[in-house]
């Protein structure tokens, strides 16, 4: 099993930056890559971006390339969520989820809210 736990979330206005966490336990020598999917009121689940953990290699929705930086600290167990120039069409709740061999997106964390007002 693996727990993943998100950070980082809040309030703020559009145009500034915010970092989010996700911080894995358990069984983390399963996990093949990280990844962050959002979910707007009323709307749908989506992919933002993911990471690879032997790899390093990363993907990006398109609706955050050039803003958004994913990033892990192997020692910490940590995927990091950097996004700039915020936009109020951000506002979602951020999920992390970890992909283990041959079971995809097994595990997500919980959420973390994230609110940009114009």
């Known amino acids: 099993q693996v727990q993943l736990v998100e950070s980082g979330g809040g309030l703020v206005q559009a145009g500034v930056s915010l970092r989010l966490s996700c911080t894995a336990s358990g069984r983390t020598s399963s996990i093949h890559g990280t990844g962050w999917f959002r979910q707007a009121a009323g709307k749908g689940r989506e992919f933002v971006a993911a990471?690879?953990?032997?790899?390093?290699?990363?993907y990006y929705a398109a609706s955050v390339k050039g803003r958004s930086t994913i990033s892990r600290d192997n020692a910490k167990n940590t995927v990091y969520l950097q996004m700039n120039s915020l936009k109020p069409e951000d506002t979602a709740i951020y999920y992390c989820?970890?992909?283990?061999?041959?079971?995809?997106?097994?595990?997500w964390g919980q959420g973390t809210q994230v609110t940009v007002s114009s």
């Open positions: 990471i690879n953990w032997s790899s390093g290699n990363t």
């Open positions: 989820a970890a992909e283990t061999e041959g079971a995809g997106y097994a595990y």
